[in-house]
């Protein structure tokens, strides 16, 4: 009944003119067949666009919704000019890459992996706990070692060429010295640069969602999180519920930004949960977005956080609480790979 109306109220968006109003949508296709028609969202467009390309070609192939995202995921892990996603990302405050991922499907499993270090694709190791363990979360050594039984390669443990560099002139402004307890020495807190040294914002995750050509639905989420993060650090993205969260019923929502605030409300459950009472994927993202803000007991200034949703009838929109922040829709409509910058709150 509420999908329904959902749909009519789309298709006289699309009848009245625009193919898209503001930033949700349905897929025209969808409106006019009233079938699921298979579409892929990304965070970020200039990661996104690649993402959804090898997504896309895996859709196309009658590949699941799952196949796709993790092939998405895997195709920006492998990046090793990526500040933020797969083994050149910048590192913890160590000088180690630490990485996080989970994906979750449209059977309700799911799987996870943080503070994961020396394996090149953290998003299938997420998938090898989801599919090969009886557990959901694996972390640091263990995970590491779950990931060498499953064949998967050891990589040295070197510094990408721009990540190094990055590293050496966060050393020299923030004085870190890594073997000072700071708590026992009173010495201040080094925070987590908000902005990199390029000038861009300190965080840069891929989380992708999609719908396939049976209207199953799934999502991953994959990062090195934070740069500069304390060591042991782990955000938003390898928590299912947190980073992203997949119900085959209802929809799928992932999330990127500063993960503590994420976590904090559940974030992409939140989003679902939303959808579920009705609300569209971007009035969903928005409510989540206001949320955050009542929720947080941080100043909102240095606080960044984007969600970007899909649901069961093809309706996609996305939210975040500062501008800077857009996402890539791939679909029959859209003729791949459109961009949309989020909506967002002040
Ligand atoms: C984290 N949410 O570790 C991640 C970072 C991120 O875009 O989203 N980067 O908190």
């Not at 109220?9 to 006019?32: D, Y």
């Not at 891929?206 to 999502?219: C, E, P, Q, T, V």
């Not at 928005?286 to 803000?293: F, H, P, T």
């Not at 459109?338 to 002040?346: A, E, G, W, Y």
Request: net charge positive.
């Amino acid at each position: 009944m509420e999908l329904q109306k959902i749909k009519r109220r789309n298709l006289l968006k699309i009848l009245g003119g625009g193919l898209v109003l503001k930033l949700s949508g349905l897929t025209k296709a969808q409106a006019l067949l009233g079938s699921p028609s298979p579409i892929i969202l990304s965070t970020w467009h200039n990661q996104g666009q690649t993402a959804n390309k090898e997504a896309w070609e895996q859709i196309q192939k009658g590949k699941s919704a799952l196949d796709a995202v993790e092939a998405g995921a895997r195709i920006i892990e492998s990046d090793i000019t990526n500040c933020c996603v797969g083994l050149g990302a910048y590192p913890d405050r160590e000088g180690k890459v630490t990485l996080d991922a989970c994906i979750m499907d449209d059977k309700g499993r799911c799987g996870g992996v943080a503070f994961l270090e020396r394996i090149k694709h953290p998003i299938t190791l997420a998938r090898m706990v989801m599919e090969n363990t009886p557990h959901v979360l694996m972390v640091g050594e263990g995970a590491q070692q779950f990931a060498i039984k499953s064949g998967l390669t050891l990589e040295e443990r070197t510094l990408s060429e721009h990540a190094s560099k990055a590293y050496s002139n966060w050393l020299k402004k923030s004085k870190y010295e890594p073997q000072i307890n700071i708590e026992q020495n009173n010495q201040k807190f080094v925070p987590v640069p908000h902005k990199l040294e390029n000038g861009n914002i300190n965080h840069d995750t891929i989380g992708i969602i999609a719908m396939d050509k049976n209207g199953d639905l799934s999502g991953a989420c994959t990062t090195s999180g934070m740069a500069f993060k304390l060591r042991g650090r782990v955000g938003d993205s390898p928590i299912i519920g947190a980073g992203l969260y997949v119900d085959n019923k209802i929809g799928a929502a992932t999330a990127t930004g500063n993960g503590e605030e994420v976590i904090r409300t559940s974030g992409s459950f939140l989003v679902v949960e939303f959808m579920r009472q009705g609300l569209s994927p971007e009035e969903a993202c928005k409510k989540a977005c206001q949320r955050l803000l009542q929720m947080t007991p941080n100043s909102t200034d240095q606080i960044q956080i984007g969600f970007i949703a899909i649901n069961k009838t093809g309706e996609f929109g996305g939210y975040s609480l500062k501008p800077g922040f857009d996402y890539t829709v791939t679909s029959n409509v859209f003729n791949h790979e459109k961009r949309v910058p989020n909506s967002i709150l002040n």
